[in-house]
């Protein structure tokens, strides 16, 4: 789990009453970060031909969000150019509380494995180069609400 080493009196000044507004598009950026960092299987990289009629963006379509309670299934449909995810997240943020603990999940099996550099696409992986970003994202949604 990280640890986010924000100055909270000062972000609750400058934001005066929208910080609702901020917590809703810091997780969308999370989100929207994490999903487009993501990659998306390109069989002309691979050792192995890939099954018959495999598209690339299941690992995509998997992150998925919860408030105060993390998802932990999979999802079965493909997003490779992650709009569809980022949608349904950012609907699904919409939808939540401001307040409480937001968890964006990826449950797939191969999830660590692309974390910790499986795929060329994403050497650094996802989650790690999203929480060094995070309090950008943060002074970014401050910006946007003002």
Same mark, same amino acid.
């Given at each position: 789990?990280?640890?986010?080493?924000?100055?909270?009196?000062?972000?609750i000044e400058k934001t005066k009453g929208r910080a609702d507004e901020v917590a809703r598009k810091s997780v969308i950026a999370v989100g929207t970060s994490l999903v487009m960092k993501s990659p998306v299987g390109d069989p002309s990289l691979w050792k192995e031909k890939p099954p018959p009629g495999y598209v690339g963006g299941r690992f995509r379509a998997n992150?998925?969000?919860?408030?105060?309670?993390a998802p932990s299934g999979t999802v079965s449909t493909v997003d490779s150019d992650g709009r569809d995810t980022i949608d349904s997240i950012g609907a699904r943020v @919409?939808? @939540?509380?401001? =307040?409480g603990?937001?968890?964006?999940?990826? =449950?797939?099996?191969? @999830?660590?494995?692309?974390?910790?550099?499986?795929?060329?696409?994403?050497?650094?992986?996802?989650v790690g180069i999203t929480v060094v970003e995070f309090e950008n994202y943060v002074q970014?949604?401050? @910006?946007e609400t003002k």
């Amino acid at each position: 789990m990280a640890n986010f080493a924000l100055d909270l009196r000062a972000l609750i000044e400058k934001t005066k009453g929208r910080a609702d507004e901020v917590a809703r598009k810091s997780v969308i950026a999370v989100g929207t970060s994490l999903v487009m960092k993501s990659p998306v299987g390109d069989p002309s990289l691979w050792k192995e031909k890939p099954p018959p009629g495999y598209v690339g963006g299941r690992f995509r379509a998997n992150w998925q969000h919860g408030l105060n309670v993390a998802p932990s299934g999979t999802v079965s449909t493909v997003d490779s150019d992650g709009r569809d995810t980022i949608d349904s997240i950012g609907a699904r943020v @919409a939808q @939540a509380e401001a =307040s409480g603990i937001h968890y964006i999940t990826n =449950s797939l099996p191969y @999830a660590q494995a692309l974390e910790y550099g499986h795929s060329t696409q994403a050497p650094n992986g996802m989650v790690g180069i999203t929480v060094v970003e995070f309090e950008n994202y943060v002074q970014q949604a401050v @910006a946007e609400t003002k």
